[in-house]
């Protein structure tokens, strides 16, 4: 069913300030879901907000706190996200990190302890539109098998750039899982199959079902090349923020367990290089006008569908399961 995405957002908000969220707070938490859903990633969209509510409820997410940052070095902080909701740790970070990046060059932000901070693509575009380049990185629950076997081990392991051009800005967003475990989840909530080749089941054997899929593994994308990528963002991500490696982490997909998962966030000034923004974005306007295999799908570059997926969204709706409907009504009726 097709519903109206201001009607959703009053909703969410409503619903995070009833459990003590400030406005502002409460607003941006509820932007990042609406937003993941007008730009067709339902992943990290609205099917999180009944579990975040539940965290909330139960002492597992604190919605009336930002972090507590220290600044280790001239532009490294180290962030105890103490609870609170992903994005406004997040958010807050980036708001200490700018000034020291545009001072220094660059500065980086480690947390730990803090909840899902949903699609990374948010924060990449919001610190592009600030002039800085953003590179943000975050690793989950062990829901990844290994190139080569069949145990889920690693995390999903998102990565997101994002980078200033003149222009729109360049906004590079993926998992080094082949999709994301919210992918899944939203596949079995529409119950349809998913595509061969995304997972293997708790036997290690492959499956196109996705409730199987849900207690198997999810493969790396690009084979070793994606595995050793996802190895080196868990790695990275653990040793920098202090967080749990991937076997360990709970509270991104559950409302049992505090958050251990890890983020990374790094801006960088691009006047502190030598490089032309504005060559920048006629490259990607060359790119754009270059010879396709298919007439009738010119060459895109990464972040234009989803600004063509949220204009298109704005105007029809959004489009919700039926199960995740059901529970979205529940709380605007409750």
């Given amino acids: 069913m097709l519903v109206p995405a201001e009607r959703l957002m009053k909703l969410a908000i409503s619903e ?3 459990r003590g969220a400030p406005p502002e ?10 937003e993941a859903e007008l730009r067709g990633l339902p992943s990290h969209g609205l099917q999180r907000l009944p579990l975040l509510l539940s965290r909330i409820d139960k002492g597992l997410a604190n919605p009336r706190v930002s972090g ?3 600044w280790t070095r001239d532009t490294f902080l180290s962030v105890d996200g103490e609870r609170g909701l992903g994005p406004v740790v997040m958010m807050t970070a980036m708001q200490r990190l700018e000034p020291v990046a545009k001072s220094a060059g660059l500065a980086i932000a480690a947390i730990r302890n803090a ?37 889920a081990l690693l995390g999903t392991n998102p990565i997101a750039i994002g980078i200033p051009t003149g222009g729109d800005p360049f906004i ?32 290690g054997r492959a499956t196109t079902d996705a409730e199987e899929a849900k207690t198997g593994a999810i493969a790396p994308f690009g084979g070793a090349k994606g595995y050793g990528l996802g190895l080196a963002v868990e790695l990275l991500v653990a040793m920098l923020a202090g967080s749990c490696l991937a076997p360990e982490v709970r509270g991104t997909l559950d409302d049992s367990d505090p958050a251990s998962k890890g983020d990374i966030l790094i801006l960088v000034d691009p006047s502190a290089g030598a490089g032309d923004v504005a060559l920048l974005s006629a490259y990607l306007d060359r790119l754009r006008l270059s010879r396709p295999l298919d007439p009738e799908r010119p060459v895109a570059i990464p972040g234009d569908g989803s600004r063509a997926r949220r204009t298109a969204a ?3 709706g959004i489009d919700l399961p039926p199960p995740l409907l059901e529970k979205l009504m529940a709380l605007e009726a409750a």
Avoid: C
């Fill in 16 to 18: 995070l300030e009833r």
């Fill in 25 to 34: 707070w409460s607003r941006l938490q509820a932007h990042l879901l609406i």
């Fill in 68 to 70: 507590a940052g220290k």
């Fill in 115 to 151: 909840n899902h901070i949903g699609m990374l693509a948010y924060y990449a575009e919001a610190t592009a539109k600030k002039g800085l380049i953003g590179i943000v990185l975050s690793t989950s629950e062990a829901l990844v098998h290994p190139h080569g076997g069949t145990e």
């Fill in 172 to 203: 590079l967003d993926f998992a080094t899982s082949f999709v994301s475990m919210g992918k899944i989840n939203n596949h079995a909530l529409r119950n349809v199959p998913i595509p061969a080749g995304w997972a293997v089941d708790a036997q």
């Fill in 314 to 316: 704005l105007t029809s």
